[in-house]
């Protein structure tokens, strides 16, 4: 959501800043400032002191990342509003329905810095089935589909049969 934000609300003015743009790697604007080579830093920095919108918007982006970083649900409510507050007070159009729509998922957010937890576990399984499906190139019913998850997935082994 915030990389389509950032697309939108750069390309105007990157229109008008060639010479500063990132036009070998547009994705660059979507990387996390720590994953910036020296080249894309200088770069980005050229953008920065432009004042850009892209540059406003990477680095509202930035800004939101520090709220999973609080260490109390009490403090990363309190960055959470101040940062919404910030981005919902500026002139970029695209960011400001990207807040609107996190502050919808507001309490999703704070059960994350709460329980610090994520579905990567649901994902990778998800992904085992699906590459199950795949190898298996598909399944007469859902009921060996499901043996096949169980016995996979589930490390059962053959030897206990006998």
């Not at 003015?13 to 080579?37: G, I």
């Not at 850009?52 to 403090?75: D, G, P, Y």
């Not at 704070?110 to 990567?120: D, E, G, H």
Request: with cysteine.
């Amino acid at each position: 959501m915030l990389a389509v934000c950032l697309a939108q609300s750069g390309c105007t003015q990157m229109y008008f800043c060639r010479f500063l743009t990132f036009s070998a790697n547009p994705n660059v604007m979507l990387k996390n400032s720590e994953n910036l080579t020296d080249k894309q830093k200088i770069k980005f920095m050229e953008i920065d002191h432009a004042n850009l919108l892209t540059a406003r918007s990477w680095k509202m982006r930035e800004n939101f990342i520090e709220v999973f970083q609080k260490q109390t649900v009490e403090e990363a409510s309190v960055f959470f509003d101040a940062w919404h507050e910030n981005v919902v007070k500026s002139n970029i159009t695209p960011m400001k329905k990207i807040a609107k729509a996190l502050k919808n998922y507001k309490q999703g957010i704070l059960n994350i810095v709460k329980y610090r937890i994520t579905n990567a576990r649901a994902e990778r399984f998800n992904g085992s089935i699906q590459k199950l499906i795949t190898v298996g190139q598909g399944y007469r019913n859902f009921h060996n589909l499901r043996i096949a998850i169980l016995f996979f997935n589930g490390k059962l082994s053959l030897s206990s049969l006998g």
